[in-house]
Each structure stands twice: as C-alpha cells, then as structure tokens.
C-alpha cells in the first residue's frame, strides 16, 4: 500500500457527502456573504459601557452636558 486512498471508496464518500452534485448561484452568493460577515465580524460583539452609551444629543457652549434637554 503507497498511502493514497483507495479512489473507489474515496469516489463513494464524495457521493454520499454530496460532493459531485452542483450548487445553485444563491446558495453560492449565500454562502459568500456569509463568509464575508464572519471576517468583519471576527466573532465578537463590541461591547459599550453604559458611561459610552448615547443618551441624547449635546448642546453647543453652556448646553455641552444636556443631552438633548435644552
């Protein structure tokens, strides 16, 4: 034996993985975008702090700290 699977049995698994049938342009497009979500993603959520989290607008000069109460 050389190491190299056998390429009938090797044949039989592709089959039955679903290997040789073809694949539709929407399951490819699905499948990029996908793919594509997960590297911008890099699998976290950020997180934010409730001191970071927006609530309201500020002002200009004296309404800098208002928050949208002007």
Same mark, same amino acid.
């Given at each position: 034996?050389?190491?190299?699977?056998?390429?009938? !049995?090797? &044949?039989?698994?592709?089959?039955?993985? /679903?290997?040789?049938?073809? *694949? %539709?342009?929407?399951?490819?497009? #699905?499948?990029?975008? !996908?793919? &594509?979500?997960?590297?911008?993603?890099? /699998?976290?959520?950020?997180? *934010? %702090?409730?001191?970071?989290?927006? #609530?309201?607008?500020?002002?200009?000069?004296?309404?800098?700290?208002?928050? /949208?109460?002007?």
């Amino acid at each position: 034996m050389d190491g190299r699977p056998d390429p009938a !049995l090797q &044949s039989r698994n592709n089959d039955r993985l /679903g290997l040789t049938g073809s *694949i %539709s342009r929407r399951a490819f497009h #699905n499948s990029a975008v !996908l793919a &594509s979500a997960r590297l911008l993603l890099h /699998g976290k959520a950020p997180t *934010i %702090s409730p001191e970071d989290a927006l #609530n309201g607008y500020g002002g200009i000069g004296d309404y800098a700290h208002s928050n /949208g109460n002007t």
